[in-house]
């Protein structure tokens, strides 16, 4: 069974960076989305970043929009997230997961397969 792994996730200063990444046990998602979500305690699980793995074409949240990059490397079958001007706001658990093109890039139940999950802490 294909499984996502995530890591890169600490804490930091605000102003810092951080880089997620999220490998896959194997090489099956030309055909996805693969997307960073994030949840912080207390509320519901958004939408942080998403990456067509066939196109390269990139989504972003508007919160995250011009602070985060996210890329794909094939030969490594890994999705990095590139975090830069972190703020307090974005403390929470990332999660990175892949949907089948054709869902909703957007929403967490379009996703079909996830990781565990990599706490990322921001102080200010």
């Known amino acids: 069974q294909v499984q996502l792994v995530e890591s890169g996730g600490g804490l930091v200063q605000a102003g810092e960076s951080l880089s997620l990444s999220c490998a896959a046990s194997?090489?099956?998602?030309?055909?996805?989305?693969m997307g960073w979500f994030r949840q912080a305690p207390g509320k519901e699980r958004e939408f942080v970043s998403a990456i067509n793995w066939g196109d390269g074409s990139t989504y972003y949240a508007d919160s995250v929009k011009g602070r985060f990059t996210i890329s794909r490397d094939n030969a490594k079958n890994t999705v990095i997230l590139q975090m830069n001007s972190l703020k307090p706001e974005d403390t929470a658990v990332y999660y990175c997961?892949?949907?089948?093109?054709?869902?909703?890039?957007?929403?967490?139940?379009?996703?079909?397969?996830w990781g565990q999950g990599t706490q990322v802490t921001v102080s200010s």
């Open positions: 997961a892949a949907a089948r093109l054709g869902y909703v890039y957007f929403k967490s139940d379009s996703y079909q397969l």
């Open positions: 194997e090489r099956a998602f030309s055909r996805y989305y």
